[in-house]
């Protein structure tokens, strides 16, 4: 019944992009990644628009940023390909 405490931050798993197993490296981008994608970078991405996106890393992981639209879901956009 007793499921024990909450402690703030240990539910999140961070994910690998390419594979989707846990995370637990940064590659050179600064987004987490698991060991066997430590040296891939994300590719870059056009926005519906057709501009750029720039990715960008904030508070709650990485996301990417247009500069018409504004900024982007991370995961929408990795999904998408």
Known sequence: MFRGRKVYGS???ETCPFCNKQGTVRNPQGVTV????QSNLIP???CACGEWLELKLGKWGPYFQCINCGN??????????
Not at 34 to 37: E, G, K, L, M, R
Not at 72 to 81: A, H, Q, S, W, Y
């Open 34 to 37: 698991c060991i066997d994608h």
């Open 11 to 13: 539910y999140k798993v």
């Open 44 to 46: 870059d991405k056009r």
């Open 72 to 81: 982007k879901n991370f995961r929408k956009f990795m999904e998408g390909d």
